[in-house]
């Protein structure tokens, strides 16, 4: 079974950047489409980023789309999200999550695997 560890939230001013990462450990990292979601409380799970298994392929979010840039490394087991000019509105819990299998990119419900989350304030 695959693990998942967000780290790199914290508390950035508006305009600032912030690099987010999520290290898999167990099960084949390689073989796992990620994504990166965000709660804020009272709020359903909502997409902002996915990557495909080879990473050729990435999708966004339209409210974070030419600000924040979705890789992974799969020597080093980690998928990243660097996260620019951001906006109070992108604070939030942050989760990476792992995919098997050809389903929806952008539906959190299509996910089989959750990281813990990490905190991103952004104060104005």
């Known amino acids: 079974q695959m693990q998942l560890v967000e780290s790199g939230g914290g508390l950035v001013h508006t305009g600032g950047s912030l690099r987010l990462a999520c290290t898999a450990s167990g099960r084949t990292f390689s073989s796992a489409a990620m994504g990166w979601f965000r709660q804020t409380p009272g709020k359903e799970r909502e997409f902002v980023a996915a990557i495909s298994w080879s990473g050729g392929s990435t999708y966004y979010a339209d409210s974070v789309k030419g600000r924040f840039a979705i890789s992974r490394d799969n020597a080093k087991n980690t998928m990243y999200l660097v996260m620019n000019t951001l906006r109070p509105e992108d604070t939030a819990v942050y989760y990476c999550?792992?995919?098997?299998?050809?389903?929806?990119?952008?539906?959190?419900?299509?996910?089989?695997?959750w990281g813990q989350g990490t905190q991103v304030t952004v104060s104005s």
């Open positions: 999550a792992a995919r098997f299998g050809l389903r929806s990119v952008r539906d959190n419900k299509d996910y089989d695997i």
